[in-house]
């Protein structure tokens, strides 16, 4: 269950350092650990002129991938959703977001350096605050990674299907998270999130409630029970709509 918390302040709050800390501590403990940083100007791009990867760029590939011996490097000629993103990266035990103050539902920490810039920028999602103060808020300097680590391991649920399927004893995934931030509730305490069956829609994740999963892998593998070499722990299954 990937885990995402986001460092969100005004420009030169010291974000990237955070990020930093936080990348460098989770690894140390043995998270597998993803980052996505959230560019503004328009017209950005991570390639650079003349070089091949440009070139193939610019000829019409969507997309190009540069394969060297320490590192692959995907780009692709597009615009995305945060969502979208995230979801390619499930793999990963946590995720930390550099900006997109607009995060709505994520756990966040807050880079400020004035009160009146942190209440701005604090929400109901924010779980600590990094140079500024308030009340009732927990809050860290910059050399204080370890303890920021600490609290990031505890309180940040995961990523949540926003079903509302209410198994979880909250009325909403919403109310769940906030529960979790408070540290009222623990983090894998999602039944969904245990999923026997997941299911993919065109590339887009579909969230199934408990019910809807052990009735679809009920019947599932009872009409597979018959074939040979069907049977084992792990199946997958692929439907195509219409053949050919």
Known sequence: MVRVVAVVGYRGTGKTKIVEGLVRELSKRGHRVATVKHVVERGFSIDRPDKDTWRHARAGARVVVSLAPRELATIERRAAKLGEVLHGLERSDFVIIEGFKGTGDLAKIVAARSGADLRKLADEFTIASVGAKKAGLPAFELKQMKGLTNLVERRVPPVLPEIDCEHCGYKSCREFA???????????????????????????????????????????????????????????????????
């Open 178 to 244: 906030l529960a979790v931030l408070a540290g009222k509730r623990r983090g894998d305490g999602c039944p969904t999130l245990r999923e026997r069956v997941t299911l993919t829609v065109d590339g887009r994740r579909v969230f199934l409630n408990p019910f809807m999963q052990n009735m679809m892998a009920g019947a599932i593998v009872g009409m597979l029970s018959s074939l040979k070499g069907a049977k084992g722990e792990r199946i997958e299954l692929k439907v195509v709509k219409r053949a050919g």
